[in-house]
């Protein structure tokens, strides 16, 4: 296997830290759910517009991860946790990281228009001018609310995947975006917990940093508590079945109890353990979207088979 993290001569950048660019981890996450959201929409689509699109929706992930570094390159050298992007190490100019957003933005928005539907490619292009622009530039160094109203745009992608085959938003479509968007709150204030410093160091206003360590406990426990209910109803709209119901009821409990965990804890508790409970945490709900959207999947495979239970209760 080639290793992309090969520079091609010292202080000069190599393929994979173009790649990093993009945030690959984040684009398979938006991969994921817009092409959930595709595939259970009740109009099919061809499968070679199918692919075509959600490559343009990766594509414009990696553009907004794009701008998204270069306007943080300064933020990022001062938090161990990013400090080894290509950016603060000096791998890739500024430049080069901007004229590869914009690029990269363009092309994806264009494309999708064509390959899609313009609606399609006007929500891709909101989208990432929400990141880019309204969260990176605005929200992230102003308010401690950055993560909540910044974490709309993680919640698209599965909009988008839907708008690809019906040309318009439903409110399952609705549903899987408020999956996300109330599942962003806790999963990132259990990381900005146990990385705090990072966040006082960069001058960033995260909950933790502003309100303190309790009162970011206080709000984990209620988004989490309020995601439970929403994540439920989707199972009862046309795109739910008994394998989403299943995943839905033992992820939720199992983010509830880590909730509960994290809610209960005295600082001087944390402070021994090195907030280990945090982390671990925001490990596991890393995995809670990928299970979630997965069971969706399974469960619009089932009909397509004509397995599915066909008196399953829609109620939404």
């Known amino acids: 296997?080639?290793?992309?993290?090969?520079?091609?001569?010292?202080?000069?950048?190599?393929?994979?830290?173009?790649?990093?660019?993009?945030?690959?981890?984040?684009?398979?996450?938006?991969?994921?759910?817009?092409?959930?959201?595709?595939?259970?929409?009740?109009?099919?689509?061809?499968?070679?517009?199918?692919?075509?699109?959600?490559?343009?929706?990766?594509?414009?992930?990696?553009?907004?991860g794009a701008l998204n570094m270069w306007w943080d390159a300064d933020i990022d050298a001062v938090m161990k946790r990013t400090a080894t992007r290509p950016l603060p190490e000096g791998r890739v100019e500024p430049g080069e990281a901007l004229a590869i957003g914009l690029g990269l933005s363009i092309m994806s928005v264009l494309m999708l228009s064509v390959f899609a539907n313009p609606f399609a490619g006007a929500f891709l292009a909101f989208t990432i001018f929400f990141y880019a622009v309204i969260y990176s530039m605005w929200l992230k160094r102003s308010t401690p609310q950055n993560i909540v109203i910044g974490g709309a745009a993680g919640a698209f992608p599965p909009m988008i995947g839907w708008a690809v085959a019906t040309g318009g938003v439903s409110v399952e479509s609705v549903l899987m975006f408020a999956l996300i968007f109330l599942w962003t709150p806790p999963h990132f204030w259990a990381l900005a917990i146990f990385r705090n410093e990072d966040y006082v160091k960069a001058g960033v206003p995260m909950l933790p940093v502003v309100a303190g360590d309790r009162a970011t406990r206080n709000q984990i426990l209620a988004y989490t508590l309020v995601l439970f209910p929403v994540a439920m109803a989707l199972a009862f709209t046309q795109v739910g079945g008994p394998v989403y119901l299943l995943a839905a009821l033992a992820y939720n409990a199992r983010f509830v109890w880590g909730a509960l965990a994290i809610w209960r804890r005295d600082e001087a508790e944390a402070l021994a353990d090195k907030f280990k409970v945090e982390l671990r945490v925001f490990l596991e709900s890393i995995g809670y979207l990928f299970a979630l959207f997965i069971a969706l999947g399974v469960d619009a495979l089932l009909r397509d088979l004509g397995w599915a239970w066909s008196g399953w209760p829609v109620l939404f």
Request: contains cysteine.
């Open 1 to 64: 296997m080639v290793d992309m993290t090969v520079q091609t001569a010292e202080g000069e950048a190599g393929v994979g830290d173009y790649f990093a660019l993009l945030k690959p981890r984040v684009m398979s996450l938006v991969v994921l759910t817009a092409a959930v959201g595709l595939y259970v929409a009740p109009v099919p689509v061809h499968p070679v517009i199918a692919f075509a699109s959600i490559l343009c929706i990766a594509i414009g992930a990696g553009a907004s």
